[in-house]
């Protein structure tokens, strides 16, 4: 028997309420074939910080032992982390998102894939009218270790900056700093998945017109191109491509940007499939591969029982494909998701006036459903 280590991070908010289902799966999968998952639970974002004040330690969103075990894993399966509880403007506090930016750095995470797939049975539950929607199956690749996110820091209020009036205020600024060894290695994996898919199209998105790392950026592409002549690419300006997103969204197959941008881009293409709660994201580098939800840990519904897991449910079969190699298993987990919104079940975040009120259901009874059409897809 195959076994696997994950270290699971249930985080915030409706972090420990999705990733018991995300675990239920496991477990349907541990149930058809001759394979083991340990699932060991560690402490990432708020939780942590909470736990370092109660133990009188130093704040961290991201404690060694995260650092350690997570490393050790075969994968990472993150939920949520994040809240109001811990926002703050002190630039020296300790916050939940600094846990997900120190362990894409600990692992080496240095790309992001996020799949976009429209759900026949949700076209009526997106933003866009259902005929937008036809055909919408994209991927988006996006940097994950450099930009605005990891660059040169200011944050000075002794160091006044002239206003264009004159007037004099504090002062900050974030430096957006790229390699051109950051670029290769992100595009290429955006060009070669663009090779595996049956359309082979690659939109590259930047801000050339402006910014010299966008220019880099856009060299680099340029010259990649030659080594794979299947590959269409073309090239799109960041804001062209926020518009392009809703206006014609079926037109993209492969998508590739900056940390920045990429962040801004794929939650409003999650918007695309009706929520955020319908999308799950692969973070892969040198390091353990982590995988986890593109939504945030709604606080405002945590501990309800209502929050939507099919996003975890995703991370699932993302990691069985991408860490574990199960293909079959993660296309039966897609599979039965597809099902189970067929046959009209939705948690509240998707369900519309369409929607049966006996089939608007809960967390785990989403969980459960799904699992029921998993066992049937893998005996």
Request: a negative charge; charged letters at 20%; aromatic letters at 6%.
């Amino acid at each position: 028997m195959k076994t696997y280590t994950i270290c699971t991070l249930p985080g915030d908010g409706i972090g420990p309420e999705i990733m018991q289902e995300g675990k239920k799966v496991l477990s349907a999968v541990e149930e058809a074939g001759d394979v083991s998952f340990v699932c060991n639970d560690a402490l990432l974002g708020g939780c942590a910080i909470d736990a370092a004040r109660n133990a009188g330690e130093v704040l961290t969103a991201f404690p060694e032992k995260t650092r350690t075990a997570a490393q050790a894993a075969d994968a990472v399966l993150l939920a949520a982390v994040g809240g109001p509880k811990w926002d703050t403007t002190d630039p020296q506090a300790a916050r939940p998102e600094q846990g997900l930016l120190g362990i894409r750095k600990a692992l080496g995470l240095y790309v992001n894939l996020r799949p976009v797939h429209a759900f026949k049975a949700l076209a009526e539950a997106s933003t866009l009218k259902p005929d937008h929607m036809k055909d919408v199956d994209f991927l988006i690749v996006r940097e994950l270790t450099g930009g605005l996110y990891f660059g040169k820091r200011v944050t000075d209020p002794a160091r006044a900056g002239a206003g264009v009036d004159g007037s004099i205020g504090r002062y900050a600024s974030d430096a957006c700093e790229y390699s051109e060894y950051e670029i290769e290695r992100v595009i290429r994996w955006a060009y070669e998945a663009a090779n595996r898919r049956p359309r082979h199209r690659l939109v590259s998105v930047d801000k050339a017109n402006v910014l010299a790392t966008s220019r880099l950026w856009r060299s680099i592409a340029h010259e990649m191109a030659a080594e794979y002549p299947r590959v269409k690419s073309t090239d799109m300006l960041v804001d062209n491509c926020a518009m392009q997103l809703i206006a014609n969204p079926s037109q993209f197959d492969v998508l590739v940007t900056e940390n920045t941008f990429g962040d801004i881009l794929s939650d409003e293409a999650a918007q695309l499939t009706g929520s955020l709660g319908m999308l799950a994201s692969a973070s892969i580098g040198t390091g353990t591969p982590l995988f986890e939800p593109s939504h945030g840990s709604a606080p405002d519904i945590a501990g309800r029982g209502v929050a939507n897991p099919l996003a975890q449910i995703g991370s699932v079969a993302l990691m069985l494909r991408y860490a574990f190699g199960m293909t079959h298993e993660a296309a039966a987990i897609e599979a039965s998701v597809e099902d189970v919104l067929d046959a009209g079940w939705r948690t509240a975040d998707i369900a519309d006036a369409s929607t049966a009120q006996d089939q608007v259901i809960g967390t785990s009874k989403m969980g459960d459903e799904v699992v029921a059409a998993l066992r049937h897809h893998l005996a």
